[in-house]
């Protein structure tokens, strides 16, 4: 009943009768009016006004479920979430859920990850309080070595979403979202599949919102939208703006299977097109000009005697010539 009344009480700038939210919910004027106590213990500040009714005032920074229930405008993208204060990763939740037959769309958000995890065996800096952890379960009925793309559409859909409240978002590919050349938003992709067939693809995404401060070794690399806006944001709309984007872009991805209608909204955001970039392989590192994603999300660059060349995203790390990007 909590997400139903703020869904209500969202839906107008004015006041919604005690009266009117019992009609519409088929429950008693007390039993509303505990739901809304119950509300204001959460942070929730809503003023009750004889005569006129309830008004919502103010919305704590909380990314539980009916927080997030009642923000939603998807169809599936977000429908069915699993909020946790504390959990390990919520890749890790998502992947499990996804084994136990949950449904395409679910959505795990946590408050702060104990083993939040990066590419390659590295670490997601996961503290409480200020940032968004959030995996999504896909269940495409592609082939497994299509999957990758997913990585490049939820880094399109992140940056679209965030773009909302900052414009200057830019991407490093594959998966970074980056602002004034530092990381924002991490993302990773993981799958399980057999050989011709997924079972599930879990697409995690760490966002650095309220953050002020961040270990020594990514200090230099890192930032939080706090940082850059100059002011808190909160983070169950940001979520909900992702999930919207995520739910289109999925959609156009689907359709080819591959990211033709997608890869010139990513090109442009591309922090390193039309720059040199270093690409460090396992087997040697050089020097090329970066120049867009193609259809399967693999970035095309110009080595320097002319020749082009598609780098995968699964063996290389980007670099800028002088730094991260
Ligand atoms: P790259 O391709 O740039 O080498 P990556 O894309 O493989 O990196 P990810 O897996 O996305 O990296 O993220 C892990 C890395 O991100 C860590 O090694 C660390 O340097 C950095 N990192 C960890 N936590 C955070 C955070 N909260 N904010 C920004 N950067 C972080």
């Known amino acids: 009943m909590k997400t139903e009344i703020l ?17 519409q919910l088929g429950v008693s004027r007390a039993a509303v009016w505990k739901t809304i106590r119950r509300l204001q213990d959460e942070g929730y500040q809503v003023e009750a006004v004889r005569n006129k009714g309830y008004h919502i005032v103010e919305t704590p920074d909380v990314m539980t479920k009916e927080e997030l229930d009642s923000l939603m405008k998807t169809r599936w993208a977000g429908r069915n979430i699993l909020y946790y204060e504390t959990t390990d990763s919520t890749n890790l939740r998502i992947r499990q859920a996804g084994d136990e037959g949950a449904p395409h769309g679910t959505l795990a958000v946590a408050d702060r990850q104990t083993a939040g995890r990066g590419r390659r065996g590295r670490t997601w800096e996961s503290p409480a309080g200020n940032s968004i952890y959030m995996s999504v379960l896909l269940r495409p009925d592609i082939a497994p070595n299509k999957a990758s793309m997913l990585t490049i559409v939820m880094a399109l859909s992140v940056a679209e979403g965030i773009g909302q409240w900052i414009p200057m978002i830019q991407i490093k590919w594959p998966n970074d979202i980056i602002v004034n050349g530092k990381k924002l938003v991490g993302i990773l992709t993981e ?17 650095n919102v309220n953050m002020t401060e961040f270990p020594e070794e990514i200090a230099d690399t890192a930032t939080s939208l706090r940082l850059e806006c100059g002011h808190t944001v909160k983070r169950a709309p940001l979520i909900a703006a992702v999930m919207e984007r995520l739910e289109e872009n999925y959609e156009i991805f689907l359709k080819t ?69």
């Not at 006041?15 to 009609?23: C, D, M, N, P």
């Not at 591309?270 to 690409?279: A, E, M, P, S, T």
């Open 7 to 23: 869904k209500l009480l969202r839906s107008t700038d004015g006041y919604v009768s005690g009266q009117q939210i019992s009609e």
């Open 191 to 207: 799958m399980s599949a057999q050989v011709d067939y997924i079972n599930h693809v879990t697409v995690g995404v760490g966002i």
């Open 257 to 325: 299977e591959d990211l033709s209608g997608l890869m010139d909204r990513y090109s442009a955001l591309l922090v390193n097109r039309d720059r040199d970039v270093r690409i460090i392989g396992e087997k040697e590192t050089y020097q090329a000009r970066a120049v867009g994603i193609d259809h399967t999300g693999e970035l095309l660059v110009r080595r320097e005697d002319g020749s082009m060349e598609k780098i995968y995203a699964g063996e290389v790390s980007v670099r800028g010539v002088y730094g991260y990007v």
